[in-house]
Structure formats: structure tokens, C-alpha cells
């Protein structure tokens, strides 16, 4: 008989013996079940209720068999058989069943009772809810998995600073076997320099644990076994349990991200110094463009201004000599001459919007709020052929006022007119609307007519100067009012653009700041 057999059937002669067993069995916390030769149950404690859900009354006497769930019965039996034998069963983890049906991982030591005679006539089970236990094993397990999977070291130390934990990318960074490191101060993974103030640091460090960057903000650096240096980063996060508290630092090596940051700090320093030159060069360039072209446009205005003088001689004295000379010039010579007064006027019409054209771009602009409705009904009283019977223009009333230039906005309004009456089939009344549109900070003014309109390949093209689309026969003109409309606009900080059905009609719209929005 072993030293931990009990022999029930002694306790009613020894009383005192037997209250104690029965406070001990009484106030386990393990479940102490008792079980007959035939596995009925014959003791139930308290922790048993707790532990299974039923209460003594309900399971004494019942099979010890409803505790054990369908497909553990077979090893149950065998157990008990065991037992019968007189066979001990220490800590055998297995599953049990609740009152509820619910299971519980259970270890279960069971030792044989016998009688005087020494023959086995029951057993009793102690009975352990690790379920608990079995978590949390469970979840250590895994959480050392995740340790040993994660990218970064991690090495975990008590408070003393002694290595009690690494996982095996710890072991690669610095260049140590995990032996060599358990069990030895941290201090060892620094450069030398550090030793001696880190002790301190650490101390304050556990004074006042928290999850945080190590450093605060300073550059750090390791030391690996070989003695190399290389730049980390050290998350540090305190765990208090049972043995005290610990840190699991994680370290990361970023000698790479240092290197980026240096070369990207590079790359823009030189895109700073590129930027920089370009800059330089672009606006001495533009300086140059700006310079070459106000000497053009000098050049141009001087030249188109000293040509008229010349050619307003030649008008003069063709039309003098044409009607003063007309019966004594034989028809092919007056023909002549009209060719030569009609080609200077087409020379002086072209000298003259050329000289527009610079005007335009040389003049002093400074900007005001615009009425454009009333600048618009000036211009139609000042031009017989904007009015009936020559054309109808509509304005769509009120027109919003712009902020922009009165001889400029003039100069493109009456330009965007004339087109609009000029370039009209010849049987057609040329009908324009004129309209205002506002676009939040912007005023679109739209000039809409009934025209012949433009083929759309033209349309690009349409402000650039001397560029004509319809025939010079039918429709005369120099191909620089739109240009003048275009240089006029950007002055003003505006745009210009143009959409059309051919055969249709045209509609120009002019873009400009609102007045009032400024
Ligand atoms: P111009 O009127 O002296 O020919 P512009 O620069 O004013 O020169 O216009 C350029 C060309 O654009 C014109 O020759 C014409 O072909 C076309 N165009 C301009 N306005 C209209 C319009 N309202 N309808 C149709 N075509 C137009």
C-alpha cells in the first residue's frame, strides 16, 4: 500500500482524523470525487460543484461516466480498471464534461482506497480546472512564436539589466548565439561610450516604466559582437508580472533608412541648386525675349508709323491725278491707278492695326471696374453698321460689370463686332447676342452671332496673328484683329476662346476678373 492510499473505512474510528479529512476534502479547491467499485460517485465536495455545475444531491450515486464526454469513455474505463489494480494516476490531462454540457480541461490524479485487507474498494479522483492554465500556456506559446516571427530583435530584461529573453533576429542583428547572451547585461549590445551612463538610465527608466521610443529623439547606436557599430531604433515596452517588472525592448536596425535619408537629403539639395540655376537661367532668358521683343515691337511701331507718311503721298496725289487727269488717261491707265490707291488704302488698313497690335501691347494697363453694358451700347451708337437696318445686336441685360481696361476692352469689342458682321453670308441680317455669364471669381461675356462660322481645324489656330480662314475676295482683312483681341485680354488677366458651327454662327467668349470680387 502507498503513502497516499487512504483507507476510508478507518475514518469512523478515528473521529478527529476523519473531521480533518473532511475539512481538507471540504475546503479544496480541487474537485475531490469519490467513486465506488462500480464508478458511482459516492464523495462530492464543494469545489466538484463549482468546478462540474452539479450540486452533491444530484450526482451521488450516479456514474462518474456522465462527467466524461462520449468519446473519452473507452480511456475512462481503462483509468478506472487501472485504479482497480491498484494502479496510481498522476496529473493525466484529459476533457471533461460540465452539467451544461460545456468542457473543461481537467488533471486528474486518482489513487485507489483500499481496506484493511488491503483490497481495492474505491477510488478517489482529484480533480484540477486548468483550463485557465491551459490558456494561458497556450497563449505564452503563441506569443513566443510571434516573438521569434517578428522582423525586428527583441531582447527582454529584468531590472537588474540582465538578458533574460532574445528571439533569433536579435541574434542575427548583433551577431551572438542566444547563449552567449542569456543571462549577461544588456550594456554588452552597447558601444562602449554608453556603458557607463546607461545603468543610470535604465534605473530611471523602470523608476517609471512606459510604452515608448528610446532616445528621445537622439541618434542611437549599437554594438554588435564583432565590435562594429550600426544605428537603431528602440521601441522599450514594460511588463509587470509575477517575477517583477521586465522590458521587452524591440530593436530596429535602420542603417538602410539613414543611408535613404541621407541620399534623398542629397537629391534635394541638388534638385534645390537645379531648381535654383534653372530659375536663374529661365529669367535671364526671359529678360533677354523680353528686351529683344520691346525692340521689335519699337522697331515695328516706328516703322509702321514712318511708312504711312510715304503712303498717304501716294493715296494723295493717285486720287489727284485720277480725278484731275481722269479724261486725259486712257482707260488701262486709269485702271492703273485705281489698282495703286486701292492697294496703299490695303497697305495703310494693315499698317494700321499693326500699329493697334503694339499699342496694345506697349500701352500702360491699369485695371478698374468695368461697366461693360454701358461701354457696349456706346460702342453700337458709334458705329452705324452694329445698328439697324445693317444688324441687329441683342444685349442680354444686366451685363456684370469686369475689372479690367476701357480702351482695351473697347479695342476687343469692337473687334469681336466687326468680325461678327463682316463674316456673314450675303443674303443674311447679321444678328448678335451679346451676354454676360458669372463663374464664381470670373465673368464670361459671350459674343454669339449667326454667321458663317469657322471649320473646326481652324479654331486653334484663330488668335494667332496674320492667320485668315475665309477667302481675302469675299471677305477682307489683315488676320490681326483677333491677335489684337488676345494680346488685349492677357493684358487684362483674362483669356479668350472660340466655338462654332460652321455655316451656323460663332461664339467668342471673353473671360475676365469680376468687378466686384476684388
Ligand atoms: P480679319 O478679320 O482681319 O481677317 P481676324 O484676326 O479678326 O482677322 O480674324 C481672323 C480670321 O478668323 C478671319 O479671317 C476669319 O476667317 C475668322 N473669323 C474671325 N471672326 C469670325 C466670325 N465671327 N465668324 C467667322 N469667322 C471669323
Not at 465506488?36 to 462518474?64: C, D, H, K, R
Not at 455655316?503 to 473671360?511: A, N
Request: some cysteine.
Amino acid at each position: 500500500m502507498g503513502p497516499t492510499d487512504l483507507q476510508l473505512q478507518r475514518l469512523p474510528q478515528q473521529p478527529d482524523a476523519g473531521a480533518y479529512l473532511a475539512a481538507v476534502v471540504g475546503s479544496s479547491n480541487d474537485a475531490v470525487i469519490g467513486l465506488a467499485p462500480n464508478a458511482t460517485i459516492t464523495v462530492w465536495n464543494s469545489a466538484a460543484e463549482e468546478i462540474f455545475g452539479y450540486t452533491a444531491a444530484e450526482v451521488l450515486g450516479q456514474p462518474a461516466a456522465i462527467l466524461v464526454p462520449e468519446e473519452l469513455r473507452s480511456e475512462a474505463v481503462h483509468m478506472l480498471a487501472r485504479v482497480r489494480l491498484g494502479e496510481h494516476v498522476h496529473d493525466l490531462e484529459t476533457v471533461r464534461l460540465r452539467k451544461d454540457g460545456t468542457r473543461i480541461n481537467v488533471s486528474l490524479t486518482v489513487t485507489p482506497i483500499r481496506n484493511q485487507a488491503g483490497a481495492v474498494v474505491g477510488a478517489l479522483k482529484i480533480t484540477r480546472d486548468v483550463t485557465e492554465q491551459k490558456l494561458t500556456e497556450e497563449m505564452a506559446a503563441q506569443l513566443r512564436l510571434a516573438i521569434e516571427a517578428t522582423p525586428s530583435g527583441i531582447v527582454m530584461i529584468d531590472d537588474r539589466g540582465t538578458i533574460r529573453m532574445v528571439n533569433s533576429q536579435l541574434e542575427r542583428l548583433f551577431g551572438y548565439e542566444r547563449t552567449e547572451l542569456l543571462g549577461q547585461s544588456i550594456e554588452m549590445l552597447l558601444p562602449n561610450r554608453y556603458r557607463t551612463s546607461h545603468p543610470g538610465q535604465r534605473a530611471m527608466y523602470f523608476a517609471s516604466p512606459s510604452v515608448r521610443a528610446m532616445g528621445h529623439g537622439r541618434d542611437l547606436f549599437a554594438r554588435r559582437k564583432d565590435g562594429t557599430e550600426f544605428p537603431v531604433e528602440v521601441g522599450l515596452n514594460p511588463a509587470k508580472t509575477a517575477e517583477g517588472t521586465f522590458v521587452l525592448a524591440a530593436v530596429i536596425d535602420i542603417t538602410e533608412r539613414k543611408r535613404m535619408e541621407i541620399e534623398l537629403a542629397r537629391v534635394h539639395t541638388d534638385l534645390r541648386e537645379h531648381a535654383h540655376k534653372l530659375e536663374v537661367t529661365v529669367a535671364e532668358r526671359t529678360a533677354h525675349l523680353q528686351q529683344t521683343i520691346a525692340e521689335l515691337e519699337s522697331v515695328s511701331y516706328s516703322l509702321s508709323h514712318d511708312l504711312r507718311g510715304p503712303l498717304r503721298t501716294i493715296q494723295g496725289f493717285s486720287q489727284i491725278v485720277l480725278a484731275d487727269a481722269a479724261e486725259r488717261l486712257l482707260p488701262e491707265e486709269r485702271d492703273f491707278l485705281t489698282k495703286t490707291i486701292n492697294a496703299a488704302n490695303r497697305l495703310d488698313r494693315l499698317i494700321q492695326d499693326v500699329l493697334t497690335y503694339t499699342r496694345v501691347s506697349r500701352q500702360n494697363v491699369v485695371l478698374h471696374p468695368v461697366d461693360v453694358e454701358a461701354l457696349v451700347r456706346q460702342i453700337i451708337e458709334e458705329r452705324p453698321e452694329f445698328q439697324r437696318p445693317k444688324a441687329e445686336i441683342l444685349i442680354a441685360s444686366p451685363v456684370e460689370p469686369v475689372h479690367g481696361h476701357d480702351a482695351s476692352l473697347t479695342q476687343v469689342i469692337t473687334n469681336l463686332l466687326d468680325n461678327a458682321v463682316k463674316f456673314i453670308p450675303p443674303d443674311r441680317l447679321p444678328q448678335v447676342r451679346i451676354r454676360s455669364e458669372v463663374r464664381d471669381r470670373l465673368v464670361d461675356l459671350w459674343f454669339e452671332d449667326n454667321g458663317i462660322g469657322i471649320p473646326e481645324e481652324a479654331l486653334g489656330r484663330l488668335f494667332a496673328i496674320f492667320q485668315r480662314v475665309h477667302d481675302e475676295k469675299h471677305y477682307p482683312g489683315t488676320g490681326i484683329g483677333l491677335a489684337i483681341v488676345r494680346k488685349a485680354v492677357e493684358r487684362m488677366n483674362g483669356s479668350v476662346r472660340v466655338e462654332s458651327q460652321p455655316g451656323q454662327g460663332s461664339r467668342f467668349c471673353v473671360t475676365l476678373p469680376r468687378a466686384q470680387c476684388l
